[in-house]
């Protein structure tokens, strides 16, 4: 009978995905101090390193053992695409070979990172490129760190991550605690030193784990997908509502604001024909009185195979006007990467669907913040 020979996990293990009490226990093994595991984190963390033989105050022997044994990452950049504006996608492939996407955006000073929580999503709201396939899975702690860091170290070496949105694929509040740990590790001084204030995160509205948030103690930002006024419409556009409801969300995102003082964001696509008529603004202006939020109106981003449009110019202004003629405070989102456009979810879908294609072609961006 052939034996098949399969090649040994652990050859490939990458070190980052390795629990820290292994690395330790592997240093141990080695004859080595467990501050090892401290100084290759650091390498990782803070500085840039892309192979273990750069990690020049390790011992010469140790650095190849190391490389041996493991991979820095568990994932890699599998295509990156570069707009004329600065913004950069990439398409990230994960040890298993999923694919999720993380981008880039460069605006004077500040260098933000969007970064995604899951394979798919599982919310399927129907303007989305992401949840079109449900969601596959989680990602786990590691894979959302890695993001950051893939995109990071494309960076020149002057400068450094400012921000990150919880904006790509996948709905945050359905992956909490892994987000939670990376993020720490992105705001640990030990890790990227990133500012709490500086991170945000967007949820469709999961009322538990908004609060969950909120009692985290942190200092990030929360931005709420709203998308309608009524539970009417928003049953028809954000499948999740049928059993939450924007009575919950809301008053679990005023919980949000009380405990942690910062002033929440809503968010609102607008999708022409479907949400953007006066009596959708006015429905708003209702539903927002006596709440501090901040409303960030999002032009809707083709999807392709969906049949939304975006507003035109003229209706898009008369929507912001009735909104601040109610004294609501309104922004709306600017479009980054127009030219390598890829909605969240869609330069994955396109991977998927023709891995040797040509990725500039059809595609459209929501990655704008
Ligand atoms: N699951 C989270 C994160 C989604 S992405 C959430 O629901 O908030 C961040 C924002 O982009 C959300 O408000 C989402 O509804 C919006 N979005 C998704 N697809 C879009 C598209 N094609 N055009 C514009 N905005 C889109």
Redesign the pocket.
């Known amino acids: 009978m052939e034996t098949l020979t399969l090649p040994l996990i652990a050859s490939t293990q990458s070190y980052l995905e390795t629990p820290s009490d292994q690395l330790r226990a592997w240093f141990a093994d080695q004859g080595e101090p467990a501050m090892r595991h401290k100084q290759v984190r650091r390498w990782l963390l803070m500085g840039r390193a892309s192979s273990f033989a750069l990690m020049t105050d390790l011992p010469r022997g140790l650095r190849e053992r190391l490389d041996e044994r493991f991979r820095l990452f568990s994932s890699r950049v599998d295509r990156a695409m570069v707009s004329n504006d600065g913004t950069e996608k990439l398409l990230i492939r994960l040890a298993d070979g999923n694919l999720v996407e993380c981008v880039l955006l460069k605006e004077a000073d500040r260098r933000t990172v969007c970064i995604s929580?899951q394979v798919g999503?599982g919310?399927g709201?129907v303007?989305?490129?992401?949840g079109i396939g449900g969601v596959v899975r989680n990602l786990s702690t590691t894979e959302i760190l890695e993001q950051l860091l893939h995109v990071r170290n494309r960076l020149p070496a002057d400068e450094r991550l400012s921000h990150v949105?919880?904006?790509?694929?996948?709905?945050?509040?359905?992956n909490l605690e892994p987000l939670l740990e990376a993020l720490d590790v992105a705001c640990s001084p030990e890790g990227l030193g990133m500012s709490a204030r500086h991170i945000h995160i967007?949820?469709?509205?999961l009322p538990a784990k908004m609060r969950r948030l909120a009692d985290a103690g942190k200092q990030y930002h929360l931005?709420?997908?709203l998308?309608a006024p009524t539970d009417a419409l928003r049953n028809q556009i954000?499948p999740t509502n049928d059993k939450v409801g924007l009575a919950a969300i809301l008053e679990a995102a005023d919980y949000f604001q009380a405990t942690t003082g910062r002033q929440v964001t809503y968010?609102?696509?607008l999708l022409r024909g479907v949400n953007d008529r006066a009596e959708d603004a006015s429905g708003l202006v209702q539903l927002l009185r006596g709440r501090q939020g901040h409303i960030n109106l999002?032009?809707?981003?083709?999807?392709a195979g969906?049949p939304?449009r975006?507003l035109a110019q003229d209706s898009l202004v008369a929507f912001v006007e009735i909104l601040r003629s109610a004294r609501l405070s309104v922004t709306v989102?600017k479009r980054h990467g127009a030219d390598i456009d890829a909605?969240?979810?869609?330069l994955r879908r396109e991977a998927l669907a023709a891995p040797l294609g040509n990725p500039s072609a059809e595609l459209?961006s929501?990655a704008g913040v």
């Open positions: 929580t999503c919310m709201c303007f989305c490129a992401s949105v919880v904006m790509g694929m996948g709905e945050p509040m359905a967007s949820t469709v509205g931005a709420v997908s998308h954000v968010e609102y696509v999002i032009p809707f981003n083709d999807v969906l939304f975006r989102r909605a969240c979810g869609q459209h929501a």
